[in-house]
């Protein structure tokens, strides 16, 4: 796995070329397991979630499917408005913190994997 810092949206573009998405983090579990990759993966990095709030102030959405966050792990007293897209903080023991999406930091893309083998035709 290579890590190229980049802006948020660079990543999205990125993440939809490979038929995915930036992270839905849905739960819990699968807020752990990101973090656990990442603290392991580049331990002084900050890295993009798929959240933002840039269509309503205060009003976080993700971006794969324009829902609300049914789970956040905002560090207490964040998001602080400074920016209108969230990233996992490294100074902040991983929990998400808001920022400036231009900002040059780490992303993460989800994508789901075909499972079943399809006949190949040629
Ligand atoms: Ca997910
Ligand atoms: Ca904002
Ligand atoms: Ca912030």
């Known amino acids: 796995m290579s890590v190229i ?30 973090r656990d990759v990442i603290m392991h993966q580049a331990p002084t990095a900050h890295w993009w979630l798929g959240a933002n709030d840039d269509t309503t102030e205060g ?4 971006v794969d499917d324009d829902s609300s966050l049914q789970f956040n792990d905002f ?18 023991d991983y929990k998400w913190d808001d920022a400036n999406c231009q900002l040059a930091y780490n992303g993460i893309c989800e994508l789901k994997i075909q499972k079943e083998c399809a006949p190949i035709i040629g």
């Not at 070329?17 to 807020?31: D, M, Q, R, T």
């Not at 009003?59 to 993700?62: A, K, L």
Request: glycine share 14%.
């Open 5 to 34: 810092p980049s802006c948020l949206l660079d990543f999205q573009h990125y993440c939809t070329s490979k038929g995915g998405h930036l992270v839905h983090v849905n739960n819990a579990n699968e807020n752990n397991f990101i």
């Open 59 to 62: 009003v976080w959405q993700w």
């Open 75 to 92: 560090w207490p007293g964040m998001p602080d408005g400074d920016g209108d897209c969230a990233f996992y903080s490294h100074g902040g």
